[in-house]
């Protein structure tokens, strides 16, 4: 597998990125947010959010697993819980990409039985194929197709992640 076609550009994703952490200083103007990151994917996408946010924020996170090599295995697994207590907080999770919806459609069912105040969901790159679980994803920074990709992030067995754009892998 390598690198066949550079999908989306740095300047592209951090032109997204300050536009989306501009919608979320309005939304939680004057309130505490938890920012809930889930590892690994995510930890690109957070720390640039972070670099832009003015609000009252702190951050936590959690690592899920659902794939392994570019299949995935149909079940989430927590390899770190929270260490906090949820209950009354208003909690924005940041994962990196939706594919079938199985990991967030989990995460969600796992937070809500922790009773939050709120729970909304940023993700960078969400997937147009046929969503076998519908969730409501309130940030969204980019809609792409259904093919494999990596960096910003991503990665294929582990590697990629370092890359500032998004690339397919083929
Ligand atoms: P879902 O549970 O099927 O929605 O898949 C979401 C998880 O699978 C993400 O958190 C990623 O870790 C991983 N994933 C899905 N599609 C890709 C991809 O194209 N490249 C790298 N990881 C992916
Ligand atoms: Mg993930």
Do not use: H, W
Request: net charge negative; hydrophobic share 40%.
């Amino acid at each position: 597998m390598k690198i066949t076609k550079k999908i989306l550009s740095e300047e592209q994703i951090q032109e997204r990125i300050i536009k989306l952490a501009s919608e979320i200083n309005t939304d939680y103007e004057g309130k505490n947010l938890i920012i809930l990151g889930v590892l690994k994917g995510a930890f690109i996408a957070i720390s640039d959010l972070a670099k832009n946010l003015n609000i009252d924020v702190s951050f936590e996170f959690m690592s899920i697993s659902s794939y392994e090599g570019s299949e995935s295995t149909g079940q989430i697994k927590i390899e770190k819980d929270l260490d906090i207590d949820i209950s009354g907080k208003n909690i924005l999770i940041v994962e990196d990409i939706f594919d079938t919806g199985l990991t967030l459609s989990s995460l969600i069912d796992i937070l809500e039985s922790r009773n939050p105040k709120s729970i909304e969901i940023m993700c960078m790159f969400v997937k147009s194929v046929e969503k076998k679980i519908p969730v409501k994803i309130k940030y969204k920074g980019f809609e792409i197709g259904s093919e494999f990709v990596v960096g910003y992030g991503l990665d294929y067995m582990g590697k990629y992640r370092e890359l500032p754009y998004l690339a397919e892998l083929s």
